[in-house]
């Protein structure tokens, strides 16, 4: 079993930055690819961002597609997200994922975060 716990969300203005971390516990060695996805209030949850255990392969959503970063440190078994430049379409709940192979595709994920809340003011 893995288990992962996101952290650092928040409340943030149009334009500011956040970073989010993902640290994974339990059998969390060579997950093949760990991605964020986020889910915003009366929407289906979304791919945003997915990277794979060596953090060689990275893959984002158009719609945030150079303003995150997704980077990994897999000695400390940790994933983040760096988030720039952030607007308030990106308010939504962020969920940490793992262990897939089709890194765009929620349901191919074996284990989940609890999700973290990230509110962007206009």
């Known amino acids: 079993q893995v288990q992962l716990v996101e952290s650092g969300g928040g409340l943030v203005q149009a334009g500011g930055s956040l970073r989010l971390s993902c640290a994974a516990s339990?059998?969390?060695?060579?997950?093949?690819?760990m991605g964020w996805f986020r889910q915003a209030p009366g929407k289906e949850r979304e791919f945003v961002a997915a990277i794979d255990w060596s953090g060689s392969l990275t893959y984002y959503a158009d719609s945030v597609k150079g303003r995150f970063t997704i980077s990994i440190d897999n000695a400390k078994r940790t994933m983040s997200l760096q988030m720039n430049s952030l607007k308030p379409e990106d308010t939504a709940v962020y969920y940490c994922?793992?262990?897939?192979?089709?890194?765009?595709?929620?349901?191919?994920?074996?284990?989940w975060g609890q999700g973290t809340q990230v509110t962007v003011s206009s």
């Open positions: 994922a793992a262990h897939s192979t089709l890194p765009r595709v929620a349901s191919a994920y074996n284990y």
């Open positions: 339990g059998r969390a060695y060579g997950l093949n690819f």
